[in-house]
């Protein structure tokens, strides 16, 4: 089995920063994308940054020029540098990863346990 555990969640003042940090551990070969997504109660989960295994990112608009995600591919780790938080940044983060367990397996989608940011004005 595979697992995501992720750290670095908490309370921030508005204009402040946190960094979240999430290792992908267990049985795994190779590991495709990796990201963070974010919920608020009762809306629908947003991806907020992926990075390719390759290196390629995507970011959401609402967080482009404060956010910044990197992997570090020999340790199955990815991280979100959030910078600039706003109130609307509040919300459960969802480390998320596509896992190749085996050579010959199928590459399955994981998610992490999530981790709160919250965001005071």
């Known amino acids: 089995q595979a697992r995501l555990v992720e750290s670095g969640g908490g309370l921030v003042q508005a204009g402040g920063s946190l960094r979240l940090s999430c290792t992908a551990s267990g049985s795994i070969f190779s590991i495709n994308g990796m990201g963070w997504y974010r919920q608020v109660s009762g809306k629908q989960r947003e991806l907020v940054a992926a990075?390719?295994?390759?290196?390629?990112?995507n970011y959401a608009d609402s967080v482009k020029g404060r956010f910044t995600l990197s992997r570090d591919n020999a340790n199955n780790t990815v991280y979100l540098q959030m910078n600039n938080l706003k109130p609307e940044d509040t919300a459960v983060y969802y480390c998320?990863?596509?896992?190749?367990?085996?050579?010959?397996?199928?590459?399955?989608?994981?998610w992490g346990q999530g981790t709160q940011v919250t965001v005071s004005s």
């Open positions: 990075i390719t295994s390759g290196g390629i990112l």
């Open positions: 998320s990863a596509d896992i190749r367990r085996g050579l010959y397996s199928s590459i399955l989608h994981y």
